[in-house]
């Protein structure tokens, strides 16, 4: 019945669905004047005036919403209109609801952030927009969402979660959203017909946290197996995503079919010979089929039908070939791109194919094979790495401007933003730029809102834009009014953490806490930066400053997330101040000292802990409780919460983990995560070291794999909601803290990978 139920569902679905391939939806390719040439259908409004209700529940019904035609230049938005009812023309319903955005930041002065807004302040009756503005966007492709999004943003996330992600994406411009949710039930279907049962194929699949890595052909068959009651319910959620975005005028990227396939291919099919993948950090790699063999012809068949029935058809298909170390074997990759371009082209002409621009992917072998005004790549790297020639590299494929500011969904605030105000205009205008686009891609999404915004604005300004002036109104409007103290604190944070330099890094460094426990650690993450990329002084000074923010501005959600946010920030860094010297009282024996220390180290995870448990986006408890309301049955809701859980600290298996280095790769600073996990990780091991100096025997032996696993197997309930006040907790973490000293720099030093770079703008801080 339940199988019956989902198909009628879908068949319903399918029927209603604005189809992607027209209309104010359709994506726009490389080449912007083609789709104008091919003209606009007109929109309506109703999608983005319910997103609009939805946002703004009491001032939506002041807006006047406009759907206008899409010229030949590309999208646009205008805000105009008088007091009590602001007038937005636009070229869909997404990018009325960036003319709204515009009009809230530049006009009302207040922010939707994601997270965070200051709304509260919006006054009963809507000020008038000062003209006419008209803002244009710069590129055709607005990309959002790193293949690892649904890992470390919220593999079991509901529909309203969704929906509120969707709202925000449209808000600040976003017009093509990958979305792989709903791509297990399209593999499972496909491959029945290929000599596969339904339990092979489940426990093939992994547990949506880690399916991600399965569908970009890194691994399997972990955190699994899944149910059929969760194929189903995953099917039917990325068809309502996929349907939402169409609706908007927006494209939902779906993943391409390129040749993975499930062990024993060839037993059940002698003619599709298989190329072995071989291990990626301590996984099994499945197996890739030849595409220029005929079997993938119809592999590939299978998978487009499937995947229309589910989630309806898209112009755009992400896939990667090889990623992260495949091997081609004896297949040419310029034979084997050709032969994926044409089974796209085959089921769903015209459609573009979109590749990630990381490590060497994609291979110039690749780019020459196809069609470049069939490609597009969202490059991963543009602001990580210097001296780099687009152009050149990618010989002349559309390509669009990426980042990945954040790695495995850290809570750590900062990004390369100066980078991306330099960079990206200066790319999009130099002589035979092929820049295309904006490709918003951390791998988990929901902090640094600063970053996010400032980097969506991108595509919607045609000249250089200056960091410091962006940074100064986007004080302002961040808790709905002007203060001199939340002016001081952004400028701080935008010339320490937001400032960091290109080169080696797109990403800041992580907490000491959330790292294994060592004497010596420099890092959580196994591939993050070991030291400090910025001064921790200005995030110091910048808690100071936002504590005397106005008591009346205090009251936007904005301000109690950023505060939370930054005193977090302040003590995480400290870490790396503390443990050097708990080291140092470690190694010249002095136990008295070293109890000390080790007291105020843990007393700081307590700290820390209370700290977060004032702001629900930093509750470990709704992360868990997501996961186990897909479970059907007490198994599987077990089976959700390990995925979850495992997902956070060691990844995977203890492969994987430990010789792997995927332990604590997703490391976040969370209320429960920090009490249960962190903090007991480093209490059994400063024990253990006081247990040593004590006795003057050499530390216990600590299997931290052993430890870590049987908390991802635990059960235990965690808080949803918030306890605490956060100006008092916030100002607790600040009275615990040393004064920073006017000269201070990182205190980690770790060689040539210490990135921060004291400058004359940075000292002018202090």
């Known amino acids: 019945m339940r199988r019956l139920a989902f198909w009628a569902s879908a068949i319903v679905a399918l029927a209603l669905a604005v189809p992607a391939t027209t209309g104010a939806g359709a994506a726009a390719p490389p080449d912007p004047t083609a789709a104008a040439a091919a003209g606009q259908s007109a929109f309506g409004v109703g999608p983005a005036r319910a997103a609009l209700a939805r946002l703004l529940p009491r001032h939506a019904s002041q807006f006047t919403l406009v759907p206008v035609s899409r010229p030949a230049s590309g999208d646009y938005f205008t805000v105009s209109g008088r007091a009590g009812a602001p007038r937005i023309e636009g070229t869909s319903p997404a990018v009325l609801l960036s003319g709204v955005n515009w009009y809230l930041k530049?006009?009302?002065?207040?922010?939707?952030?994601?997270?965070?807004?200051?709304?509260?302040?919006?006054?009963?009756?809507?000020?008038?927009?000062?003209?006419?503005?008209?803002?244009?966007?710069?590129?055709?492709?607005?990309?959002?969402?790193?293949?690892?999004?649904?890992?470390?943003?919220?593999?079991?996330?509901d529909w309203a979660a969704f929906e509120k992600q969707i709202d925000l994406l449209a808000l600040h411009g976003a017009n093509e959203v990958f979305v792989q949710m709903g791509a297990d039930a399209v593999y499972h279907r496909t491959f029945q017909e290929f000599g596969y049962s339904e339990d092979q194929l489940r426990t093939w699949i992994p547990g949506p946290a880690h399916q991600p890595w399965w569908l970009m052909q890194n691994m399997s068959d972990f955190g699994g197996p899944v149910s059929e009651r969760l194929l189903d319910d995953r099917a039917a959620l990325g068809r309502r995503i996929a349907d939402r975005l169409r609706q908007l005028g927006m494209t939902p990227v779906l993943p391409g079919y390129f040749g993975t396939v499930p062990p024993s291919f060839t037993a059940r099919n002698p003619t599709g010979p298989v190329v072995p993948q071989g291990r990626w950090v301590g996984f099994d790699r499945p197996d890739w089929l030849d595409p220029r063999s005929p079997v993938y012809r119809e592999v590939a068949a299978s998978f487009y039908r499937h995947q229309r029935q589910l989630l309806g058809d898209s112009t755009m298909y992400k896939m990667d070939l090889l990623h992260e170390g495949g091997r081609p074997g004896d297949v040419p990759m310029g034979e084997a791109a050709k032969a994926v371009m044409n089974a796209l082209q085959t089921a769903r002409p015209g459609a573009v194919w979109t590749?990630?621009?990381?490590?060497?992917?994609?291979?110039?072998?690749?780019?020459?094979?196809?069609?470049?005004?069939?490609?597009?790549?969202?490059?991963?790297?543009?602001?990580?790495?210097?001296?780099?020639?687009?152009?050149?590299?990618?010989?002349?494929?559309?390509?669009?401007?990426?980042?990945?500011?954040?790695?495995?969904?850290?809570?750590?605030?900062?990004?390369?933003?100066?980078?991306?105000?330099?960079?990206?205009?200066?790319?999009?205008?130099?002589?035979?730029?092929?820049?295309?686009?904006?490709?918003?891609?951390?791998?988990?999404?929901?902090?640094?809102?600063?970053?996010?915004?400032?980097?969506?604005?991108?595509?919607?300004?045609?000249?250089?834009?200056?960091?410091?002036?962006?940074?100064?109104?986007?004080?302002?409007?961040?808790?709905?009014?002007?203060?001199?103290?939340?002016?001081?604190?952004?400028?701080?944070l935008r010339g320490g953490p937001y400032s960091t330099p290109s080169?080696?890094?797109?990403?800041?460094?992580?907490?000491?806490?959330?790292?294994?426990?060592?004497?010596?650690?420099?890092?959580?993450?196994?591939?993050?930066?070991?030291?400090?990329?910025?001064?921790?002084?200005?995030?110091?000074?910048?808690?100071?400053?936002?504590?005397?923010?106005?008591?009346?501005?205090?009251?936007?959600?904005?301000?109690?997330?950023?505060?939370?946010?930054?005193?977090?920030?302040?003590?995480?860094?400290?870490?790396?101040?503390?443990?050097?010297?708990?080291?140092?009282?470690?190694?010249?024996?002095?136990?008295?000292?070293?109890?000390?220390?080790?007291?105020?180290?843990?007393?700081?995870?307590?700290?820390?802990?209370?700290?977060?448990?004032?702001?629900?986006?930093?509750?470990?408890?709704?992360?868990?409780?997501?996961?186990?309301?897909?479970?059907?049955?007490?198994?599987?809701?077990?089976?959700?919460?390990?995925?979850?859980?495992?997902?956070?600290?060691?990844?995977?298996?203890?492969?994987?983990?430990?010789?792997?280095?995927?332990?604590?790769?997703?490391?976040?600073?969370?209320?429960?995560?920090?009490?249960?996990?962190?903090?007991?990780?480093?209490?059994?091991?400063?024990?253990?070291?006081?247990?040593?100096?004590?006795?003057g025997r050499a530390p216990a032996a600590i299997d931290w794999f052993a430890v870590e696993n049987a908390w991802n197997q635990e059960r235990d309930p965690y808080p949803v909601r918030t306890s605490g006040d956060p100006v008092t907790l916030a100002t607790a973490v600040h009275e615990a803290l040393p004064a920073p000293q006017p000269t201070q720099a990182a205190t980690d030093t770790a060689g040539p990978l210490h990135q921060w770079r004291r400058t004359p703008e940075r000292a002018a801080l202090d």
């Open 355 to 492: 590749l990630l621009g990381w490590q060497k992917n994609p291979s110039t072998q690749i780019i020459d094979a196809v069609d470049k005004n069939r490609l597009l790549i969202v490059d991963g790297l543009s602001d990580r790495f210097d001296g780099l020639d687009r152009e050149t590299t990618w010989h002349g494929a559309p390509y669009a401007f990426g980042t990945i500011p954040n790695f495995g969904g850290h809570t750590t605030i900062g990004a390369n933003t100066a980078v991306w105000a330099d960079r990206f205009d200066a790319w999009r205008s130099k002589p035979g730029s092929t820049l295309k686009g904006i490709a918003y891609l951390p791998e988990g999404t929901g902090q640094n809102p600063v970053a996010y915004e400032l980097f969506a604005e991108l595509a919607w300004r045609t000249g250089p834009l200056d960091h410091r002036a962006w940074f100064a109104e986007y004080a302002e409007r961040r808790y709905g009014g002007a203060d001199p103290h939340a002016a001081k604190a952004w400028e701080l």
């Open 106 to 157: 530049y006009t009302a002065k207040v922010d939707i952030g994601w997270p965070g807004d200051s709304t509260a302040k919006l006054p009963r009756i809507l000020p008038a927009p000062s003209g006419t503005v008209r803002k244009d966007a710069s590129v055709p492709h607005r990309f959002a969402l790193n293949d690892t999004d649904d890992g470390y943003s919220g593999a079991y996330r």
């Open 503 to 695: 080169g080696a890094w797109s990403e800041p460094q992580d907490s000491l806490f959330t790292a294994r426990p060592r004497l010596t650690a420099t890092k959580a993450a196994s591939w993050g930066p070991a030291g400090m990329r910025y001064d921790a002084g200005t995030v110091r000074r910048a808690l100071t400053e936002l504590l005397r923010v106005a008591p009346g501005l205090r009251t936007t959600d904005a301000y109690r997330f950023d505060l939370v946010d930054v005193a977090r920030q302040a003590l995480a860094n400290h870490s790396r101040t503390l443990l050097p010297r708990i080291k140092t009282a470690y190694d010249a024996k002095d136990l008295s000292r070293f109890r000390q220390l080790a007291t105020e180290w843990k007393g700081h995870l307590t700290l820390l802990d209370e700290l977060l448990a004032t702001d629900r986006r930093f509750l470990l408890g709704p992360w868990l409780e997501d996961a186990k309301a897909w479970g059907g049955t007490e198994q599987e809701r077990a089976a959700a919460e390990f995925d979850a859980r495992s997902v956070l600290t060691t990844w995977g298996h203890r492969s994987g983990s430990d010789a792997g280095g995927l332990h604590d790769y997703a490391n976040r600073e969370w209320s429960g995560l920090v009490s249960d996990f962190y903090a007991m990780r480093w209490t059994t091991y400063l024990d253990s070291l006081d247990t040593a100096l004590a006795t």
